[in-house]
C-alpha cells in the first residue's frame, strides 16, 4: 500500500493525473476490504458484504477482494452473486500474480468447494487457450489441478510455466513439490534444485531438495554461485541511537539468559559443502566410514 500511495504522488508530480487516481483508488479499496475483513471476523457478514462492494466501487480490478467477496457471498448462500465475482477474480489472477506469489490474505480458500473449482476450471482453460504465452495462466492451472489431486496434469502445466519463464520462482518450487510426490528422474530433479537455488540464493522463500541430489559438482557450483550472491557483512552503521540503546538493552538481556549469547552477524543460505553434506548418499558415505560429518570437506 505504501508502494501504491508513493507512486500516487509521482505520478501526479509527473503530470498523470489519472495514474494517481487510479492508485490511490486502489489504496482506498484495499484499505476498505481489510476494513470488512474485520466486520467479517466480528460475525457482521452481510455489513462486511456490503463493504467489500464498497470498495470494488473504488478498484474493480482487484483479484483479492473480488475472491472474498466471492467467500462472503458463498457463505451468505448467494451463489449466482458469488459465481461473478469467483469469475472475475479468475480471470484477474494471471495479470495480478508474479513470480513469487501467493493468495492474499483473507482469499487463500479461493479454489475451495466444487462449484468454485469448476468456474475455475472454466476460466482458467479459456485463458489458457486466449493467452497461451503468459506463464501465469500455465501456473494457476497447474495450482488448480493440485489441489483437485489431479497430480499428472499439473505438472505439465507448471514446466509449461518455466519454459515460458524460467525465472518463474514459484513454479519450480511446485515442480518440485510434485517431483518428491512422483518420482521425477534424477536429471530432472537436479535440474529443479539448481533453479531453485539460482532463484532463490539465500533460501527465503524456498527449501531446496538436496538429500536427492545426483549431480554433486553441479550442486556444488550452484550453491557456490548463490553463496557469492551474499551482501558482506556492513563494517558501519548508520548511527540510530535509539534504536541502539534498545539493542544494547537487549542483548544485555539476552546475555543474562543465555550464558552462550554471542553478538555475531546471522550468515543465510548454506555453503557448498553443507548442501553437499545434506545429500543421502554423501550422508551415508560418512557413517559408513565412520567420518561423523562431511562439513569439512573445504
Given at each position: 500500500?505504501?508502494?501504491?500511495?508513493v507512486?500516487?504522488?509521482?505520478?501526479?508530480?509527473?503530470?498523470?493525473?489519472?495514474?494517481?487516481?487510479?492508485?490511490?483508488?486502489?489504496?482506498?479499496?484495499?484499505?476498505l476490504?481489510?476494513?470488512?475483513?474485520?466486520?467479517?471476523?466480528?460475525?457482521?457478514?452481510?455489513?462486511?458484504?456490503?463493504?467489500?462492494?464498497e470498495a470494488?466501487?473504488?478498484?474493480?480490478?482487484?483479484?483479492?477482494?473480488?475472491?472474498r467477496?466471492?467467500?462472503?457471498?458463498?457463505?451468505?448462500?448467494?451463489?449466482?452473486?458469488?459465481?461473478?465475482?469467483?469469475?472475475?477474480?479468475?480471470?484477474?489472477?494471471?495479470?495480478?500474480?508474479?513470480?513469487?506469489?501467493?493468495?492474499?490474505?483473507?482469499?487463500?480458500?479461493?479454489?475451495?468447494?466444487?462449484?468454485?473449482?469448476?468456474?475455475?476450471?472454466?476460466?482458467?482453460?479459456?485463458?489458457?487457450?486466449?493467452?497461451?504465452?503468459?506463464?501465469?495462466?500455465?501456473?494457476?492451472?497447474?495450482?488448480?489441478?493440485?489441489?483437485?489431486?489431479?497430480?499428472?496434469?499439473?505438472?505439465?502445466?507448471?514446466?509449461?510455466?518455466?519454459?515460458?519463464?524460467?525465472?518463474?520462482?514459484?513454479?519450480?518450487?511446485?515442480?518440485?513439490?510434485l517431483?518428491?510426490?512422483?518420482?521425477?528422474?534424477?536429471?530432472?530433479?537436479?535440474?529443479?534444485?539448481?533453479?531453485?537455488?539460482?532463484?532463490?540464493?539465500?533460501?527465503?522463500?524456498?527449501?531446496?531438495?538436496?538429500?536427492?541430489?545426483?549431480?554433486?559438482?553441479?550442486?556444488?557450483?550452484?550453491?557456490e554461485?548463490?553463496?557469492?550472491?551474499?551482501?558482506?557483512?556492513?563494517?558501519?552503521?548508520?548511527?540510530?541511537?535509539?534504536?541502539?540503546?534498545?539493542?544494547e538493552?537487549?542483548?544485555?538481556?539476552?546475555?543474562?539468559?543465555?550464558?552462550?549469547?554471542?553478538?555475531?552477524?546471522?550468515?543465510?543460505?548454506?555453503?557448498?559443502?553443507?548442501?553437499?553434506?545434506?545429500?543421502?548418499?554423501?550422508?551415508?558415505?560418512?557413517?559408513?566410514?565412520?567420518?561423523?560429518?562431511?562439513?569439512?570437506?573445504?
Amino acid at each position: 500500500m505504501r508502494a501504491y500511495s508513493v507512486l500516487a504522488d509521482i505520478l501526479e508530480a509527473r503530470g498523470d493525473k489519472k495514474g494517481a487516481e487510479e492508485n490511490r483508488a486502489a489504496v482506498t479499496a484495499i484499505r476498505l476490504s481489510e476494513k470488512a475483513d474485520r466486520f467479517y471476523e466480528a460475525g457482521l457478514l452481510t455489513r462486511a458484504v456490503q463493504m467489500y462492494n464498497e470498495a470494488l466501487g473504488h478498484f474493480e480490478n482487484a483479484y483479492c477482494i473480488q475472491s472474498r467477496l466471492a467467500l462472503r457471498e458463498t457463505e451468505l448462500g448467494h451463489h449466482d452473486a458469488a459465481e461473478a465475482h469467483y469469475r472475475k477474480a479468475y480471470e484477474l489472477m494471471p495479470d495480478s500474480f508474479g513470480r513469487v506469489e501467493s493468495h492474499c490474505f483473507g482469499c487463500e480458500r479461493a479454489f475451495s468447494g466444487r462449484r468454485a473449482e469448476s468456474i475455475a476450471d472454466k476460466a482458467f482453460l479459456q485463458l489458457v487457450k486466449s493467452r497461451p504465452e503468459k506463464p501465469q495462466v500455465h501456473y494457476l492451472l497447474g495450482y488448480l489441478r493440485e489441489e483437485e489431486g489431479r497430480y499428472r496434469e499439473a505438472l505439465p502445466e507448471f514446466q509449461e510455466a518455466v519454459k515460458l519463464d524460467p525465472e518463474y520462482l514459484n513454479a519450480w518450487k511446485s515442480i518440485d513439490g510434485l517431483g518428491k510426490r512422483m518420482g521425477l528422474p534424477a536429471a530432472q530433479r537436479d535440474a529443479v534444485t539448481i533453479n531453485v537455488v539460482r532463484l532463490d540464493p539465500l533460501g527465503r522463500h524456498s527449501s531446496p531438495n538436496f538429500a536427492e541430489a545426483t549431480d554433486l559438482a553441479a550442486i556444488w557450483k550452484a550453491v557456490e554461485a548463490a553463496e557469492a550472491e551474499q551482501a558482506p557483512v556492513p563494517q558501519t552503521l548508520l548511527a540510530l541511537p535509539a534504536s541502539k540503546a534498545a539493542l544494547e538493552k537487549s542483548a544485555a538481556a539476552s546475555r543474562e539468559s543465555d550464558s552462550r549469547y554471542v553478538p555475531e552477524a546471522e550468515r543465510n543460505g548454506r555453503t557448498p559443502a553443507e548442501a553437499v553434506a545434506d545429500n543421502q548418499f554423501v550422508a551415508l558415505a560418512g557413517q559408513l566410514f565412520g567420518l561423523g560429518s562431511v562439513l569439512n570437506l573445504q
